[in-house]
């Protein structure tokens, strides 16, 4: 049998007896895409069509291992990888670079396919290749979009974070007889962070306010909002420490900035002196007390509504004893994902109490202050155990012994200038001064005693006369007052240049520098107002957060059903179903939260917003939480009517 005759053998075994081979080889040829065919255990290249030519050039009857050299080498690799193995391969990139001769770049997709004898063993190889070089721009262009869009959006995010981080305090007052401690973790989506704030504020008689809040949503809007309570809340309480009358303030705000609706507030009023705590709880987790024996209690809350409730604010009191330690937090340390609010909030007391006692158990531990501990403890152990999907915020503080003043006196030379920084260094470090205060003081102090032991004395005074006294205290208001004094001659500061600089370096390192002299000496007054670093944390969960359930909701008549979480990803949703339920106000409607997992913040202003016009024609919504329920626990928290049960007439 001739060649032609064999051939035609095949083409009839391949394509069925009858075929033209004529116009199969003619298809062949014209194909648009790259065709070609390697024969024998060398994978001789025994046919290329038309466009396989001008990539490769008119190869026919060269080995595939020759005819694709260089750059093309990895085609031949795939040849032989199928021929050896009978195995297709498919959807292979091969990139033809520029080249200097006018060849174009491209991108090749390539299948290769074993050719198979009659009797089943591998004869040959059979490849095509498309072009897909627009394909792979366009995804190379969709991928460089995306990384723009990424950019933007993780810049948007920094900014938001930013923004939310500068509204609130880099640092906590000093206050005699209390001390702080705040820990703040920003939720692991930083696109939501905005709804959590706190703050302290030392008031001039000693007594110290302390507020953490909740802004419903996040974003931008919930950062603003947050950070406009904040700033009403401080200036107001400032003014003599009315509680009521700052959080009557931001009651007001709520009818022009619909973002404050639903906000909630636990705000305390701390006298270290008479040992007394006067809170009020807005709709917000009421404080927990840890006493110094690890017994820690929760207390009551006062009956005061989320902002915008319309109900009064009223105040609650507690005795607090040395020792005992004050913890304000927001809801996302007592909601944790997988847990049911009951078990967050013995989980709580539990690690707050647990801290105290080995505390008590293992002494003094100058490297952290108790309530430092307490605070860096508690969030750490508690999203370890169940991870976190909200802020967390915690506010401690803890009744302590008033401080001691630091008083001594030593010998006006310059290698006592150490000393003078040993001592004050461990007094600041015992009121928890930050490092950046403390060096300021540190270098303040440095140039008034430098001042007085170069210039206040003559040469011929005696040891015992040429002293420096530096006496250090901590005023009401959280102002450290610290006195240089000696008993030398003053010298007025002399040119430019000259003497007086260090005056100069003092008050520039303190709020506030007052020099007198008179024939006892020199007395030297600089005052500071130093705080307390805040931990404001970022980063991931350190457990896997458990999945909410999707929010359900089925309406029967009058009655509609909800199950499932209710938070910030189903609130609009929520707000569309109710209003359609309700239309729009018009009728009443029951709503079942019988089934609802988790009521979040945003899910409790769509239910208080979707409730306002019952208040004034009897319709929209009448909340049902059996008791125990989760939705129970918040609705009674943030003050929202409801029914204990279906046909109850008086909701609570």
Not at 334 to 349: F, H, I, S, W, Y
Not at 418 to 427: E, M, P
Not at 528 to 543: F, H, I
Request: net charge negative.
């Amino acid at each position: 049998m001739s060649a032609d005759d064999e051939l035609d053998a095949q083409l009839d075994h391949l394509l069925g007896a009858g075929t033209d081979p004529e116009s199969v080889l003619g298809a062949f040829e014209q194909a648009p895409s790259l065709l070609a065919v390697c024969e024998g255990p060398d994978l001789v290249i025994t046919a290329l069509n038309e466009a396989a030519r001008q990539v490769y050039g008119d190869r026919v009857g060269v080995e595939v291992a020759t005819a694709l050299r260089g750059a093309a080498a990895e085609i031949a690799a795939w040849t032989e990888h199928t021929y050896r193995t009978a195995e297709p391969v498919h959807g292979r990139i091969w990139h033809r670079a520029p080249v200097e001769d006018g060849g174009t770049e491209a991108w090749l997709s390539f299948s290769l396919v074993p050719s198979l004898a009659p009797d089943g063993s591998v004869r040959g190889v059979v490849s095509q290749a498309v072009d897909v070089t627009e394909q792979v721009r366009t995804r190379a262009r969709a991928e460089r979009r995306s990384q723009e869009l990424q950019h933007r959006l993780d810049l948007a995010r920094d900014n938001l974070v930013s923004l939310h981080d500068a509204l609130l305090p880099e640092g906590l007052p000093l206050a005699p007889g209390v001390q702080l401690a705040a820990r703040y973790l920003l939720a692991e989506d930083g696109a939501r962070a905005g709804g959590d704030w706190f703050d302290a504020i030392a008031l001039p008689d000693g007594r110290i306010v302390l507020v953490v809040g909740d802004v419903v949503g996040h974003g931008v809007r919930a950062t603003v909002a947050m950070g406009e309570l904040r700033t009403l809340f401080e200036e107001r309480v400032r003014a003599g420490g009315d509680l009521v009358a700052a959080l009557e303030l931001l009651e007001g705000r709520t009818t022009r900035v619909p973002q404050a609706r639903a906000a909630t507030v636990c705000a305390a009023l701390l006298d270290p002196a008479a040992g007394t705590l006067t809170y009020c709880t807005a709709g917000h987790p009421p404080p927990l007390v840890v006493s110094a024996a690890g017994e820690a209690t929760y207390l009551p809350v006062t009956g005061s509504g989320a902002l915008g409730s319309g109900l009064p604010f009223v105040l609650g009191e507690h005795r607090i004893a040395l020792d005992d330690i004050v913890l304000l937090y927001s809801d996302g340390l007592v909601e944790r994902p997988g847990r049911t609010p009951v078990q967050n909030t013995l989980d709580l007391a539990r690690v707050a109490a647990e801290t105290v006692r080995l505390d008590a158990r293992a002494g003094d531990r100058p490297d952290e202050h108790p309530v430092q501990r307490l605070a860096r403890t508690a969030v750490e152990q508690l999203i370890a155990a169940a991870g976190y999907d909200d802020d967390i915020t915690l506010l401690a503080a803890a009744r302590v012994r008033l401080p001691e003043p630091l008083e001594m006196t030593v010998p006006a030379f310059p290698d006592t200038l150490r000393a003078v920084r040993q001592n004050l260094g461990d007094w600041l470090a015992g009121l928890g001064v930050g490092q950046i205060d403390e060096l300021a003081l540190q270098h303040a102090v440095g140039e008034l005693v430098s001042n007085s032991v170069e210039h206040a004395y003559e040469p011929e005074r005696s040891r015992q006369e040429a002293v420096v006294s530096v006496t250090a205290r901590l005023l009401p208001g959280g102002v450290v007052e610290i006195e240089v004094a000696d008993r030398g001659t003053w010298r007025r500061p002399g040119p430019a240049g000259g003497r007086g600089r260090g005056l100069a370096m003092a008050s520039g390192f303190s709020d506030d520098l007052s020099v007198s002299h008179d024939e006892h000496g020199t007395r030297a007054v600089l005052r500071q107002r130093p705080s307390t670093p805040v931990d404001l944390l970022k980063g991931s969960a350190t457990a896997a957060s458990v999945p909410s359930e999707p929010m359900e909701l089925h309406q029967d008549g009058g009655v509609v059903q909800v199950r499932g979480a209710l938070d910030h990803r189903c609130a609009d949703e929520l707000r569309r179903r109710l209003s359609h339920a309700t239309r729009g106000g018009t009728i009443g409607v029951v709503v079942d939260l019988g089934g609802v997992t988790h009521l979040g913040s945003a899910g409790v202003q769509v239910l208080y917003d979707e409730m306002i016009p019952r208040r004034s024609n009897g319709a929209g919504l009448v909340l049902v939480a059996p008791p125990g329920s989760p939705a129970q626990h918040v609705l009674e928290l943030v003050r929202l009517p409801y029914a204990a049960e279906h046909g109850d007439p008086r909701p609570t």
